[in-house]
């Protein structure tokens, strides 16, 4: 496409050098000048001297000034919105994005897209209690005593007894031997000793706190795009301002809640949570010029989500708030 350009440019610079010798001819004027558009972006100029031709090509300058490509990370802290939850603690969180970016650079603008691979890793501490009715039975052994009553038979007695009295027809005193019966019963008695055992139930409140670790992992495939504006250079140092939005979207999730019904800590499902995370992006740059291809850059930043992480059917609301400072290499095309 090129050799094509130069041949036509070349047949029209030949006709222009021709017109300007036939001109020089017939005129009796020592210097002209024609302009003539080849293309919409160069414009050649011929200026005819008597018999000496000079023309220059004039180009017009290209908008896109520069193309940068960057492999950037950073560690970021994260707070959240509107997330109320009383049982758990934040021990500590290791927050961190990593990937690509490509600027192309115009005048003072630069447009940013890119690809980055970000994860929220935090560690939570959940402190509760649980309140169980405990019960104690007491066994005491009494001591009892009864009597137990028991004959050994029945045995027959004769007592003989004398009985006098006086007969009238006798006129005299008459004795009388009496024989007489009596049973007799011979009862005997048993003492038994024994134990009776008494059963008590004591009731008592045992409450155990407990504290239990949990891991809060959320991993995003992130496509951001992002308008940076320089602001201003000195000797090898540039400074710029950006902003612009984030697409996140959801590759894993682990995270956890406080059951009160079943009074435990329970995991969260992958479709609690959101597939898609918007967010926006506030940024200011400094970038350190390495020879003519290279940059160093640090960028601290300001990343507030737009949307919780969990669906709008749970009660928790969890908008990520990040702050955080990228450090990256440039190379410029």
């Known amino acids: 496409m090129d050799f094509l350009f130069d041949k036509i440019l070349n047949l029209r610079l030949g006709f222009l050098i ?92 630069a447009f940013s897209p890119g690809l980055f691979f970000t994860q929220f890793n935090e560690a939570r501490k959940f402190g509760y ?60 008695t048993t003492q038994v000793n024994y134990n009776d055992t008494v059963y008590s139930t004591v009731y008592d409140t045992i409450r155990n706190d407990t504290i239990l670790a949990r891991n809060f992992k959320y991993t995003y495939l992130e496509i951001p795009l992002i308008l940076k504006y320089r602001i201003g250079e000195y000797k090898n140092f540039g400074f710029d301002v950006g902003t612009g939005f984030i697409a996140g979207f959801l590759i894993k999730s682990e995270s956890y809640f406080f059951d009160v019904g079943e009074n435990a800590v329970r995991a969260y499902a992958k479709t609690d949570t959101y597939k898609f995370l918007p967010s926006l992006w506030f940024s200011v740059g400094v970038s350190y010029s390495i020879g003519n291809k290279f940059l160093i850059r640090l960028e601290p930043y300001y990343n507030p989500g737009l949307r919780s992480i969990y669906k709008k059917t749970l009660p928790v609301i969890k908008i990520p708030d990040r702050y955080g400072l990228k450090f990256g290499l440039t190379y410029c095309f």
Not at 129 to 145: F, K, M
Not at 157 to 180: E, K, P
């Open 18 to 109: 021709l017109s300007a010798f036939l001109f020089q001819f017939v005129s009796a004027q020592n210097v002209d000048t024609i302009k003539i558009n080849l293309s919409h972006q160069v414009y050649d100029t011929v200026k005819v001297y008597d018999t000496i031709v000079k023309y220059d090509t004039v180009w017009i300058e290209s908008k896109l000034k520069e193309i940068r490509l960057s492999a950037s990370a950073s560690g970021f802290l994260c707070t959240w919105r509107k997330y109320n939850d009383l049982i758990s603690v934040q021990v500590n969180q290791r927050n961190f994005s990593a990937g690509l970016s490509v600027d192309f650079v115009f005048s003072k603008f």
């Open 129 to 188: 209690s649980i309140t169980e009715l405990d019960s104690l039975i007491n066994i005491q052994l009494v001591p009892q005593t009864y009597f137990i009553y028991d004959t050994t038979g029945v045995s027959l007695q004769i007592l003989f007894h004398d009985s006098t009295y006086f007969d009238n027809g006798l006129m005299d005193s008459v004795t009388i031997v009496v024989a007489d019966s009596v049973t007799t019963y011979q009862i005997d």
